[in-house]
Structures are given as C-alpha cells and as structure tokens.
T-cell receptor
Framework: SQQGEEDPQALSIQEGENATMNCSYK?????LQWYRQNSGRGLVHLIL?????REKHSGRLRVTLDTSKKSSSLLITASRAADTASYFC?????????????FGSGTRLLVRP | DADVTQTPRNRITKTGKRIMLECSQT?????MYWYRQDPGLGLRLIYY???????NKGEISDGYSVSRQAQAKFSLSLESAIPNQTALYFC???????????FGPGTRLTVT
C-alpha cells in the first residue's frame, strides 16, 4: 500500500519555466521528504519538511505542506535541463513498531532546452 | 568515494539460480535498507536492519533473504531467482526511520 501519491505522473516544461509537483498522503505524518532520481540511478534527498512546518526553501526548491489536506507540493523555479528526473515524495509510516519511509510512484519531469 | 556502494551494478541470471547483491556504506549509520523499484513505480521495502543483530522484513520480503555482516555491510540474496524479480534494487542507509536516507546507485537485475 502506498502512503504518498504524486500528481501529475509526468510533466513536460520549457527550460526557464517553473515546475510544480504534488503529493497526497493518507495518514498522519511526522515529516515528508522529497527525493530526485535521475534515470536508472539512486535517489538523492532534496528536502525534508516537518509536520509543524508549512513551507521550506532550498535554493530553487520550495516545498509546502498542508497537514489538514494531507498534501505537499514541490516547486522548482527557473527550471533547467539538468532538472530532468523523477521526483518522489516519501512519508514516514509506523509499521511493526518502527518508522519506515513509504515512497510514492513519482512524477517524471522533462525540461526541454 | 561514494557513501553507499552496490555490487554488481548489472546482473543477468537464469531462473532458479541463487544470486547475492552486496551493499557497503561509509556513512557510519546503523540502519540499512533494501528496496526494489519496478518500472514507473516507487520504491518498495524488502528488508531493513537497525543493527547487526536486528533484521526485519519489509513490505515484500517473500523470495528474499538478507545478511548484515557488519555495521557497514548488508547483502540481499535471492535463493531461487524468478522472472518477476527482475527489477532495480537499491540499498540505503540512514540515521533513523523518519530521517533522510542515502541511496546506492542501484543494481539492475534481470532474471530470464
């Protein structure tokens, strides 16, 4: 079962435009994370936002969290071709008495030069 | 040098063969994880280990086994590979269950 679901599944934009990806989850969380995966490579952590935070920035990344709607968004501003990748949200879930990360199915972002 | 390394990076094997995927990390974290990724999908947890003596099943452990040889080493075995185990396998490490995880580059496994 998946805790997080990203939307859209795929996104194609022109270089320089902003890209927005959304993540919805089902149960209460302690924090939510976003990861990037370049084609066939390992995931790279981008940003972590805690349940008591509403917005967080890191360079060209802006993450928001709305716990009342159980949703988060990742905004990449002034996109570059190098931002082409899949982006995953991950939420913590209590399973078998310990917390694990549960990953969504991802948004595939294509930034056209 | 990479913080998390996986060997092999690519492997093609036949149905019924035993195969081991190895993972090493230099982050110094106690927790290590094995995930599986199928095309177009997110990661699913196979096994995880909180220390050398603590190994736990994840969401999809059937058909897999693991060994935690040391704090820095965590291997995944397929005792008798089957075609639906064809996937991308990732090892990860992290300081805690809710914290950032550091991933290896992945092993692409094909079972024919």
């Amino acid at each position: 079962s998946q805790q997080g679901e990203e939307d859209p599944q795929a996104l194609s934009i022109q270089e320089g435009e902003n890209a927005t990806m959304n993540c919805s989850y089902k149960t209460s969380i302690n924090n939510l994370q976003w990861y990037r995966q370049n084609s066939g490579r390992g995931l790279v952590h981008l940003i972590l936002i805690r349940s008591n935070e509403r917005e967080k920035h890191s360079g060209r990344l802006r993450v928001t969290l709305d716990t009342s709607k159980k949703s988060s968004s990742l905004l990449i501003t002034a996109s570059r071709a190098a931002d082409t990748a899949s982006y995953f949200c991950a939420t913590d879930a209590l399973l078998d008495s310990s917390y694990k990360l549960i990953f969504g199915s991802g948004t595939r972002l294509l930034v056209r030069p | 040098d990479a913080d998390v390394t996986q060997t092999p990076r690519n492997r093609i094997t036949k149905t019924g063969k035993r195969i081991m995927l190895e993972c090493s990390q230099t982050k110094g974290h106690d927790r290590m994880y094995w995930y599986r990724q199928d095309p177009g999908l997110g990661l699913r947890l196979i096994y995880y280990s909180f220390d050398v003596k603590d190994i736990n099943k994840g969401e999809i452990s059937d058909g897999y086994s693991v060994s935690r040889q040391a704090q820095a080493k965590f291997s995944l075995s397929l005792e008798s590979a089957i075609p639906n185990q064809t996937a991308l396998y990732f090892c990860a490490t992290g300081p805690g269950g809710m914290d950032e995880q550091y991933f290896g580059p992945g092993t692409r496994l094909t079972v024919t």
